[in-house]
């Protein structure tokens, strides 16, 4: 009886521990994506405060990073950090174009961490 009792205790944690990874990681995605879609929509006006939100998702980013870091692959966290580091030099060049490439690669490899970590009734069954 003490060995089901210990397997059901670890399988209950197992289970708080994948849900618990999933809330952190949809919490900072919807953080960091909805500061990418307000970058994204100054950066298409060409709006004077773009600088401003940009510094804002780059914080953003850095107070989210570690999180991430826990749940998901770390290749998968650089690269989104390298992006958005690239974003930065775009911008200070003046390149919006290149600068709203990166926005739509950062969004993407979001979704994919997201997705690709999520938990679904797929995976389950």
């Not at 709006?47 to 804002?56: A, D, I, M, T, V």
């Not at 650089?78 to 390149?95: A, C």
Request: aromatic residues 8%; proline residues 1%.
């Amino acid at each position: 009886m003490k060995r089901v009792i210990l397997a059901l205790s670890i399988f209950a944690l197992s289970v708080a521990l994948a849900v618990t990874s999933t809330h952190i990681l949809t919490n900072c995605y919807n953080n960091i994506n909805g500061r990418l879609n307000e970058v994204i929509l100054l950066a298409t006006d060409g709006s004077e405060q773009l600088p401003e939100e940009n510094e804002k998702l780059m914080q953003s980013w850095e107070d989210s990073k570690q999180l991430i870091n826990l749940f998901t692959n770390r290749k998968n966290v650089e690269d989104i950090g390298v992006s958005i580091y690239k974003m930065q030099g775009y911008l200070e060049k003046g390149d919006l174009s290149l600068y709203l490439g990166e926005c739509y690669g950062v969004r993407s490899n979001l979704e994919h961490i997201l997705k690709g970590d999520n938990i679904t009734w797929e995976i389950l069954t």
